[in-house]
């Protein structure tokens, strides 16, 4: 069989990696695309593997409606394009990925496509409004909300991240942890996203300010050492700060900090899988489902709307006084292991069974 992967960003990597490489081990043919963001072609060169690059992203340096749109028209129209004519050279059988390029493309040649997605409709409307309409199968956590198109829903009992951070894929190593980190001084890790993706269309989302990330540095720093990652560039005054490693072991690092605080979602998502105790700080708190499951019924992750810099700082100064919160957390995450599946094997046996094709 002949497997066609889009990757558009590095936890879309690492949501297939293992996929990709079951596949290529089973005798199967893979072809990955990709748009190159933030450390998504670094990992693929890290890992030696070969890859089509469709298209460089659009930049989005204002977070206002129009610069957002924009960008993403022009990317859409180059990937749909690009992709088009790879495709028919190609002929895959199935199209797997979370992008709006191989729904379209998928579509005009009749080759069947799998949107993978954990964001509700009613979140990233930018993308489910371009990308639902046009996809043969809509892959999503059962509590995901896809609206109108639940007919072309595949629901797992599950979260991405579960693909590459369940047990039976990754295990934490400190001695990796160790190249970077004394493992006898307490950490934290903090990691701040760009608001200029098609999720934030209206132009009015945010997260952690400088202001407010002097204040957690100031309070972090009383007890451990402090990183931080970021999307983008940041103020020199932070350099000191700055986590400089092979992006391979990021998730190492995670599992082994004391607490991590973030404005991005996808990785407050994978310190909940790893039972790493984390505070998510923006606009999209309890908005949604997935991180609303995470954050109420396995109380994984604490998430606070960023209208509320001092109830930050207080949950933090919380967390830091509770000597019994990594026990805990341990607890529900292993609670929540006991509910949740392998999403490796389940996307595996999806492929298997070829539904729809």
Not at 32 to 46: F, Q, S
Request: net charge positive; hydrophobic share 40%.
């Amino acid at each position: 069989m002949k497997i066609f992967f889009k990757l558009n960003h590095p936890a879309h990597y690492h949501l297939f990696k293992n996929i990709i490489k079951k596949l290529k081990s089973n005798g199967n043919s893979v072809i990955i695309a990709i748009k190159n963001k933030d450390i998504l072609r670094e990992l693929l060169d890290i890992n030696n593997i070969q890859y089509i690059n469709i298209v460089q992203p659009q930049t989005r340096k204002a977070k206002n409606k129009f610069s957002v749109i924009k960008a993403n028209a022009l990317e859409i129209f180059q990937q749909d394009l690009n992709l088009y004519k790879i495709l028919r050279k190609e002929s895959p059988d199935i199209l797997m990925g979370t992008d709006i390029a191989i729904a379209h493309t998928g579509w005009l040649l009749g080759i069947p496509s799998y949107i993978f997605n954990e964001d509700d409709i009613s979140v990233n409307k930018l993308f489910c409004y371009f990308t639902y309409p046009f996809a043969k199968y809509i892959v999503a956590p059962g509590v995901c909300d896809v609206g109108r198109f639940i007919n072309k829903k595949i629901a797992y009992n599950g979260y991405q991240k579960l693909a590459y951070l369940h047990p039976n894929h990754f295990v934490p190593d400190i001695n990796i942890v160790k190249k970077y980190v004394d493992p006898d001084e307490k950490f934290y890790l903090l990691r701040l996203v760009n608001f200029t993706a098609g999720h934030d269309i209206e132009g009015n989302h945010g997260g952690i300010t400088s202001e407010i990330m002097d204040k957690i540095i100031k309070l972090l720093s009383e007890n451990g050492r402090v990183f931080i990652t970021s999307e983008g560039e940041l103020d020199s005054k932070y350099q000191d700060y700055m986590l400089k490693i092979n992006p391979t072991d990021i998730h190492h690092i995670l599992s082994f900090a004391e607490l991590f605080i973030s404005d991005s979602q996808s990785m407050t998502v994978e310190a909940a899988m790893l039972g790493t105790p984390s505070i998510r700080f923006n606009s999209f708190a309890g908005k949604i489902s997935v991180l609303n499951e995470i954050e109420t019924r396995y109380e994984l992750s604490i998430g606070i709307s960023n209208q509320y810099p001092q109830k930050l700082l207080e949950t933090i100064q919380e967390l830091l006084n509770n000597k019994n919160l990594r026990k805990e957390i341990s607890e529900r995450r292993e609670f929540m292991l006991s509910e949740k599946i392998d999403v490796t094997e389940f996307t595996l046996n999806l492929i298997k069974n070829r539904r729809g094709v």
